[in-house]
């Protein structure tokens, strides 16, 4: 059997795997692969999967599967896992510190003062303490988020219309619910049909006046050009975000604007997140191999 290792990983993962099969990061091998891993770099299109007769289960190390095109997988009879669970903790912690560091300042007052300035006066930092916070998509991060923010005396608010009552945050009906309430939004959406576009110029005018914008989620959710908008008029404070529309951004008109704090998806990329999604790929190729 080969195993095929497609994007970045552990680096000692092949070692882990290779008393299950031979282990290749050679792409020209795809043909012969039976097991491919991937994260969100490479896409498994049609293409993809027709240049590869043998393969019969694809791993998505990390959450999102809109990197795979799911249904031809099927008829095609490929497996795919993804490691759901692993990287809950990475993510929420990479949304927090967006969520910290925005309202605080500390790239402008860190990039001034390498520049020889002292803006004490100029930078008014605001506490997190007792505003709240909206959770647009309470799942496995937005969830850990809520636990944090609370520990932080935030009120925590969150719109999901699958979920309909939650220990850690306080369920509104709609959306709309949420951001009128909010002094910070972080959206932890998986990229469907229903939030494609979902936080658009129409949406934006719900947001209370100068809230914050948080997404680790996927940068499709968001319309881009509606949000500098917002960051331009003031609308929004500020916007922290982690995901593109494509993996690096093309001409995001995000790059020019204010109060905007960028990071190269980074959500999942933490050491001990890798270790975690290696052991959840191990046991998934174990089972693999001993139903096979
Ligand atoms: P999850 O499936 O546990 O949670 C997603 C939640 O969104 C679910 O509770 C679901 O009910 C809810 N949801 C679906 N449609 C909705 C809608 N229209 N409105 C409101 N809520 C809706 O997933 P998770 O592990 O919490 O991850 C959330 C997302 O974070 C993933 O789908 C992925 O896109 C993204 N992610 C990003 C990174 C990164 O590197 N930045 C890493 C991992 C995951």
């Not at 020209?28 to 299109?45: C, D, I, M, Q, Y």
């Not at 719109?159 to 009128?180: I, R």
């Not at 890798?274 to 089972?287: A, M, Q, T, V």
């Amino acid at each position: 059997m080969l195993i095929l290792i497609s994007d970045a990983f552990a680096p000692d993962l092949p070692k882990i795997l290779s008393s299950y099969g031979k282990v290749t990061d050679d792409m020209g091998k795809l043909p012969e692969a039976t097991v491919v891993l991937v994260r969100s770099k490479t896409k498994v299109t049609k293409e993809y999967i027709d240049s590869a007769p043998n393969l019969k289960l694809v791993i998505r190390g990390g959450v999102g599967l809109d990197n795979i095109d799911l249904n031809y997988a099927a008829e095609n009879g490929i497996t795919v896992h993804n490691t759901a669970a692993a990287s809950s903790i990475a993510v929420t912690e990479l949304a927090f510190t967006l969520m910290i560091t925005l309202p605080n300042h500390v790239i402008k007052a860190d990039s001034t003062m390498h520049a020889g300035q002292w803006a004490k006066k100029e930078l008014k930092r605001t506490e997190l303490y007792n505003k709240i916070l909206g959770i647009i998509g309470l799942g496995m991060i937005g969830s850990e988020l809520a636990k944090r923010a609370t520990a932080f005396g935030m009120n925590v608010i969150a719109y999901d219309p699958f979920v309909e009552s939650s220990v850690v945050a306080t369920m509104k009906p709609d959306l709309k619910g949420v951001l009128n309430n909010s002094d910070y939004v972080s959206l932890h959406l998986p990229l469907t049909d229903e939030t494609t576009g979902l936080i658009n110029a129409e949406m934006l005018k719900e947001f209370k006046d100068g809230a914050y914008l948080i997404n680790t989620g996927r940068g499709k959710t968001i319309i881009e050009e509606d949000v500098v908008e917002a960051l331009k008029s003031g609308k929004l404070a500020g916007f922290g975000n982690d995901v593109w529309y494509s993996d690096p951004p093309e001409n995001t008109p995000l790059i020019d604007a204010p109060n905007m704090l960028m990071l190269p998806h980074l959500g999942a990329s933490t050491k001990e997140n890798l270790l975690r999604i290696g052991d959840i790929i191990e046991s998934i190729i174990r089972d693999f191999v001993s139903t096979d």
